[in-house]
């Protein structure tokens, strides 16, 4: 009885939009679906930098380098916020950390996909950072305050990430015909993958209805697919390149672009640990912890001292 008239209360509040902070009563669903959404947004934003770390000694010129470099710090930091949001529903960073390197959670399926030219920083920067911020722009009215707060800076980052990447494009599609072939490839390889980083359609999606019910995601998959292909058919022109869809047309009736089916087995495939780079991706996460032991260690040691230090003398060991 206690327990339906905590629901009954909660439900009221996220009905009013009233955040639910840290300490306020919530039920354990909610706890662990939050646990799941933010934990996998923070493993995908720190995977998410093994593809562009690829290209920072390769990058065209020192402007570039130095854009890069801060794109991929910007990530770093996203995953911290991210962790830490995560953190006050009471589970533990090495706890998720664990979770990533045993292959246990989840990321998102784009850092599966290889970066295999300089024009994949420009159609990842577009695209992906394009799908993120459709998505994650609705995160900065989550109900859950903490997770919200992160969103609002990251959303601030990732809008200056995208035009980043439509820049390069930019100057790609002014360049040689090799450049513009490079621009156009890219954009080949990387828009059906970014297309299925919005997940699951919303009939085989298990999580949508709930989630929108407390507020936590505000649109559905589809709405914010729909939302994205609608941009960037627009935006495409502005590059003269074309999206690799034959079927992508504008409906009058509905006032969207129309599209051509997507391969949900390949997002399947990918999600499931087969896509293209999910070993490669694992393993140099796995490599980055081990060679971070030290700095781990060594922070305790530090941390440790301090608190001695600090601590009154009864307690201060000889
Ligand atoms: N990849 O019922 P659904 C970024 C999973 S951007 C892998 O729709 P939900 C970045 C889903 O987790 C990318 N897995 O679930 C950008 C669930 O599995 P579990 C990260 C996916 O949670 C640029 C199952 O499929 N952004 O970081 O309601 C540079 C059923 O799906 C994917 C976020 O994470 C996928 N694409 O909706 C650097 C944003 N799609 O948990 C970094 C926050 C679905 O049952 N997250 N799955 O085993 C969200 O908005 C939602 O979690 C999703 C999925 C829309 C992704």
Redesign the pocket.
Known sequence: MALAENELSFQEKVDQDIRIEPKDWMPDAYRKTLI??IS??AH??IV??LPEANWITRAPSLKRKATLIAKVQD?AG?GLYLYSAAETMGISREEMVDQLLSGKA??????NYPTITWADMGA?GWL??G??IM??VP?CRASYGPYARAMVRICKE?SF?QRQGFEILLVLSKGSEAQRRMCQDAIDRWWWPSV?????NDEA????AQ?MRWKI?RFT?DELRQRFIDVCAEQVKLLGMRLPDDLLKWNEERQHYDFGPIDWEE?RQ??SGNGPCNKERLAARVQAHADGAWVREAAMAHAGKRAQRAAPDQYKVA
């Not at 299925?196 to 699951?200: K, T």
């Not at 999606?205 to 949508?208: I, L, V, Y």
Request: hydrophobic letters at 35%; proline letters at 5%; glycine letters at 4%.
């Open positions: 799941r959404q996998q947004h995908s934003e998410g930098m990530e996203h989840k990321y998102s399926s784009i850092f990842i992906v950072d799908a993120a998505n994650q995160l990732e990430h299925m980083m919005f997940g699951p999606s298990p999580h949508t989630s995601k998959n997002l990918v999600i």
